[in-house]
């Protein structure tokens, strides 16, 4: 619990989302993957923590239609779809224009591929965030959603990825998904590029996720939750250069 202006109030939990709904030109559709989103969700809630739901545009939420299918159909995902509540939040997300990244105490950017083209040059996404941590808050982010943080500055104008540990979609799962050819960068790549140590875990398919600094990161929509779990661990404790 947090205490502003005197009261006592629940801490503040930001889930960024993309609102592209294509890769690329290609007639594929893809947006939010589900798993990443409702796992998230529902944890952080679980926890007692107040959500908001921004995407880029504001509105709708595309979610991508190969996450809510078998083999991704799961538990959560079935409940999240089924979800008259959260439907009408995802239906209705508040634009990233007018968030506030100071006014949230952990921002989690959501896993889907949709975000590898509206998020990595967004100059919203990269305010939010430097507001984040520029006051002294946690920032998450899983699978795709890594490519959103790789463009980001600190006041010193240094990519915050550097020399952190971080992990993200992988090579080899962008072939797993269909999407190698298609995505317009290498996360993996364009994280070493700017100076970070990347990690991946044994699998592209089990969840793994690191924790550096103020940033904790999870490697595919397997590890939305690990990471949730990790965000809100290194809000709660603050905990150091650790892997979960």
């Known amino acids: 619990m947090a205490r502003r202006n005197g009261r006592v109030e629940s801490q503040r939990i930001l889930l960024v989302c993309t609102s592209n709904p294509r890769l690329g030109d290609s007639d594929r559709e893809t947006g939010v ?4 989103l409702f796992s998230a969700y529902y944890f952080f ?14 509105g709708k939420l ?15 995902v079935k409940k999240g779809l089924t979800d008259d509540f959260i439907m009408a939040r995802v ?30 040059y967004n100059s919203e996404i990269i305010r939010v965030v430097q507001e984040s ?15 959103a943080l790789c463009n980001v500055t600190d006041d010193r104008g240094n990519f915050i990825v550097a020399g952190k540990q971080m992990t993200g979609t992988t090579d080899t799962e962008e072939e797993l998904l269909g999407a190698g050819g298609m995505v317009p960068f290498s996360i993996e790549a364009k994280l070493r590029k700017y100076g970070a140590v990347f990690r991946q875990g044994t699998s592209d398919t089990r969840p793994f996720a690191t924790r550096s600094g103020s940033i904790v990161t999870g490697q595919n929509s397997a590890s939305s939750l690990l990471t949730a779990e990790g965000l ?13």
């Open 33 to 36: 993957w589900a798993e990443s």
């Open 45 to 58: 809630t679980r926890k007692g923590y107040e959500v908001t739901l921004a995407s880029v545009k504001g």
């Open 62 to 76: 595309p979610i991508d239609p190969k996450s809510v299918v078998t083999p991704y159909l799961t538990t959560v």
């Open 91 to 120: 239906n209705t997300t508040a634009s990233i224009v007018y968030i506030d990244g100071a006014e949230f105490d952990g921002v989690y950017i959501v896993d889907g591929l949709g975000i590898m083209w509206d998020g990595v």
């Open 133 to 147: 941590l520029r006051a002294g808050k946690m920032v998450a982010a899983v699978g795709h959603g890594v490519a």
């Open 232 to 244: 809100v661990e290194a809000m709660s404790l603050g905990v150091r250069m650790t892997v979960v």
